[in-house]
């Protein structure tokens, strides 16, 4: 664009604001009531909505992160370690713990903590998994076991904010909200990223509202709670005495309103709000729709192992099957109670019952409905646990620990990477948390270094300056 345009689209901007100013808003709204459509159209142009990003073919169009909060111990789930077996209640080694940060442990004598279950092989794949996932045995050969990775923020909160936004620092956006900026929706009457909760069999750490948070992006691409007892969505249904098309009135007058705000202010946050409204209405309609599970097949309930509506995870992974077929782009199942400082041989398995079953029979489910293809399901923590035992449990880990993928084409019935021989330091094919969010969007079809966002003056992007790879073996 040369000068002389640049200057007529100046001048055409100013001449727009002054005369919204000059005439009132009342003369526009009166336009907006003879003729809607112009309105809306303007209204279109000024918004920021990113339809797609893509810079390759995608190998998913969404992604299911099943979050084990409180930092599950990758000794006792999928890292198989016989030399913790060997030398438990010995001195750990100095030469691996010296000079390494460790939460709760400084300063007091570490001991070596033996495996507090046994591994068996699972699957045609033989894939090594702790006995307290029984029923994830009938998925073993679908998920791929990442046993190396690592983090850089050793305490919960912190550690989920880095996981879920690639920094420590408070106020940046949650990936489900890059993903849903980058890509856009595929529903029109359900929020493109909806965060589910749940806790149960530990000590359940808070979860802060901010890891499902748009930061500096536009509001309408943070996540959406939804309940998991009780109204899923707040204050979605109609006071008393108002019906449908009453509100459908109060929506479409309060939208104009704002329209005609958003054409001299075009602020994202007007924007925000007309499709805010926009969406409420339209989830009077759908979200009965998707918690009325009256239309599933009694072996479906059965394979989840649900009682429809009881808050537990496993009718949490219903429900994600049920947006994911919807059109949510990114969803999050948070489950509260893996942090065992003490009584891990007890902690682990009540937890891992918590979420064996409906973690399962989500990937179950998604296989037979041909949607795993194109689906890609994380399960993982914030970290991992230490060797040493912090009395009968373990503390914080964060130079080595596990989580697992599935779908997407990825190879199931295997193993990347690896631990030393006590599970400490990640020392085979390490894969840090932006090495993870890079992978994930070059598998949504997008270039973590070409995705970016301005904000103050810096294009802000989820894998931060730092250098972050696509893990391409893991991928082959």
Same mark, same amino acid.
């Given at each position: 664009?040369?000068?002389?345009?640049?200057?007529?689209?100046?001048?055409?901007?100013?001449?727009?604001?002054?005369?919204?100013?000059?005439?009132?808003?009342?003369?526009?709204?009166?336009?907006?009531?003879?003729? #809607?459509?112009?309105?809306?159209?303007?209204?279109?142009?000024?918004?920021?909505?990113?339809?797609?990003?893509?810079?390759?073919?995608?190998?998913?169009?969404?992604?299911?992160?099943?979050?084990?909060?409180?930092?599950?111990?990758?000794?006792?789930?999928?890292?198989?370690?016989? !030399?913790?077996?060997?030398?438990?209640?010995?001195?750990?080694?100095?030469?691996?713990?010296?000079?390494?940060?460790?939460?709760?442990?400084?300063?007091?004598?570490?001991?070596?903590?033996?495996?507090?279950?046994?591994?068996?092989?699972?699957?045609?794949?033989?894939?090594?998994?702790?006995?307290?996932?029984?029923? !994830?045995?009938?998925?073993?050969?679908?998920?791929?076991?990442?046993?190396?990775?690592?983090?850089?923020?050793?305490?919960?909160?912190?550690?989920?904010?880095?996981?879920?936004?690639?920094?420590?620092?408070?106020?940046? #956006?949650?990936?489900?909200?890059?993903?849903?900026?980058?890509?856009?929706?595929?529903?029109?009457?359900?929020?493109?990223?909806?965060? +589910?909760?749940?806790?149960?069999?530990?000590?359940?750490?808070?979860?802060?509202?901010?890891?499902?948070?748009?930061?500096?992006?536009?509001?309408?691409?943070?996540?959406?709670?939804?309940?998991?007892?009780?109204?899923?969505?707040?204050?979605?249904?109609?006071?008393?005495?108002?019906?449908?098309?009453?509100?459908?009135?109060?929506?479409?007058?309060?939208?104009?309103?704002?329209?005609?705000?958003?054409?001299?202010?075009?602020?994202?946050?007007?924007?925000?709000?007309?499709?805010?409204?926009?969406?409420?209405?339209?989830?009077?309609?759908?979200?009965?729709?998707?918690?009325?599970?009256?239309?599933?097949?009694?072996?479906?309930?059965?394979?989840?192992?649900?009682?429809?509506?009881?808050?537990?995870?496993?009718?949490?992974?219903?429900? %994600?099957?049920?947006? %994911?077929?919807?059109?949510?782009?990114?969803?999050?199942?948070?489950?509260?109670? =893996?942090?065992?400082?003490?009584?891990?041989?007890?902690?682990?398995?009540?937890?891992?019952?918590?979420?064996?079953?409906?973690?399962?029979?989500?990937?179950?489910?998604?296989?037979?409905?041909?949607?795993?293809?194109?689906?890609?399901?994380? =399960?993982?923590?914030?970290?991992?646990?230490? #060797?040493?035992?912090?009395?009968?449990?373990?503390?914080?880990?964060?130079?080595?620990?596990?989580?697992?993928?599935?779908?997407?084409?990825?190879?199931?019935?295997?193993?990347?990477?690896?631990?030393?021989?006590?599970?400490?330091?990640?020392?085979?094919?390490?894969?840090?948390?932006?090495?993870?969010?890079?992978?994930?969007?070059?598998? +949504?079809?997008?270039?973590?270094?070409?995705?970016?966002?301005?904000?103050?003056?810096?294009?802000?992007?989820?894998?931060?300056?730092?250098?972050?790879?696509?893990?391409?073996?893991?991928?082959?």
């Amino acid at each position: 664009m040369n000068w002389s345009s640049c200057m007529l689209n100046h001048q055409e901007h100013i001449a727009r604001r002054t005369f919204l100013r000059r005439t009132g808003l009342g003369s526009i709204a009166l336009a907006s009531l003879l003729e #809607p459509g112009l309105v809306r159209a303007a209204d279109s142009r000024s918004e920021s909505d990113r339809s797609s990003v893509r810079h390759h073919p995608p190998r998913i169009k969404r992604v299911i992160h099943l979050c084990m909060a409180g930092g599950p111990s990758h000794l006792e789930t999928f890292d198989h370690k016989p !030399m913790l077996a060997k030398f438990d209640g010995q001195p750990m080694p100095a030469s691996l713990t010296e000079g390494q940060p460790i939460a709760q442990l400084q300063g007091q004598e570490l001991k070596v903590m033996g495996p507090q279950h046994p591994f068996v092989r699972r699957g045609r794949s033989g894939l090594q998994m702790s006995t307290i996932f029984p029923n !994830m045995a009938e998925i073993a050969d679908e998920i791929c076991v990442v046993k190396s990775m690592y983090t850089g923020q050793i305490n919960h909160d912190p550690a989920h904010t880095f996981f879920n936004t690639g920094t420590a620092i408070s106020g940046r #956006p949650s990936m489900g909200s890059w993903v849903l900026y980058g890509l856009g929706a595929e529903t029109q009457d359900l929020p493109g990223f909806i965060v +589910l909760t749940s806790e149960g069999g530990g000590q359940s750490q808070p979860i802060s509202s901010r890891q499902w948070h748009s930061g500096f992006l536009p509001s309408r691409f943070q996540g959406v709670q939804m309940q998991s007892t009780g109204s899923p969505v707040h204050y979605v249904n109609n006071p008393a005495g108002v019906g449908r098309e009453q509100q459908r009135d109060i929506v479409q007058a309060v939208n104009d309103i704002n329209r005609v705000r958003n054409l001299e202010l075009d602020d994202t946050e007007v924007a925000t709000r007309i499709k805010g409204y926009e969406m409420a209405f339209q989830m009077q309609a759908s979200i009965p729709e998707l918690t009325d599970l009256s239309g599933e097949p009694k072996h479906i309930i059965d394979m989840y192992g649900c009682r429809p509506g009881d808050g537990t995870f496993a009718s949490n992974c219903l429900l %994600a099957r049920r947006l %994911a077929e919807r059109g949510v782009r990114f969803i999050q199942l948070y489950h509260r109670g =893996w942090d065992h400082h003490s009584g891990m041989k007890k902690g682990a398995a009540v937890t891992g019952k918590l979420v064996d079953q409906g973690t399962t029979a989500l990937v179950k489910d998604l296989r037979q409905r041909g949607m795993l293809d194109d689906t890609l399901v994380v =399960w993982g923590g914030e970290f991992g646990r230490t #060797p040493m035992a912090q009395g009968s449990g373990r503390d914080h880990h964060i130079k080595g620990f596990s989580l697992w993928l599935a779908g997407g084409g990825l190879p199931g019935g295997t193993a990347y990477g690896a631990t030393d021989d006590f599970g400490y330091n990640a020392v085979e094919d390490p894969v840090h948390v932006r090495d993870f969010h890079a992978t994930m969007l070059h598998m +949504l079809g997008i270039d973590h270094s070409r995705f970016t966002y301005k904000f103050q003056g810096l294009d802000f992007r989820l894998t931060g300056v730092e250098e972050a790879h696509v893990v391409h073996r893991l991928l082959t």
